[in-house]
């Protein structure tokens, strides 16, 4: 997959009004990762995505070791693309959602469970997209 589809495809499953929006979404997801993940896994996976998107995987230093709330946090904090108070952070954790459904079909299936693996069971949920967060079926709009 290359830069512009992987950005579409974010733009697109996130239901974000702009390529903007999502390449900030993007960014913010992989370098809060980056902060959260072994530099060797950060590099593996950097190997495997467009070249634009490499950036945020790298040079991130020492692993910090944190949870899935501290880590929307991040990307909230990052992600300029998101509202305000707690609709930022819902606003963030749908977007780390969709980056890493976006990453998991864009690397090979084992590089993306080796990411999954290293991080603890309480990260689940950031890995999986809720059925509640799915676009609206066809028809329907929000707004």
Do not use: C, K, W
């Not at 066809?138 to 707004?143: H, I, M, R, T």
């Amino acid at each position: 997959m290359d830069h512009d589809a992987f950005i579409g495809e974010v733009q697109h499953r996130a239901q974000l009004s702009s390529r903007g929006e999502a390449q900030e979404a993007t960014r913010a997801t992989l370098s809060t990762l980056a902060e959260r993940i072994q530099d060797g896994q950060a590099e593996n996976l950097a190997a495997q995505l467009p070249e634009p998107l490499e950036g945020p995987l790298s040079g991130a230093g020492r692993t910090e070791s944190f949870g899935p709330d501290e880590f929307v946090g991040r990307v909230a904090e990052r992600d300029a693309s998101v509202g305000d108070g707690d609709e930022a952070v819902a606003d963030a954790a749908h977007h780390a959602r969709v980056v890493f459904d976006v990453v998991d079909d864009a690397v090979t299936e084992g590089q993306f469970e080796d990411v999954r693996a290293g991080l603890p069971e309480e990260y689940g949920t950031l890995f999986e997209l809720a059925e509640t967060e799915e676009t609206p079926p066809e028809g329907e709009s929000n707004g």
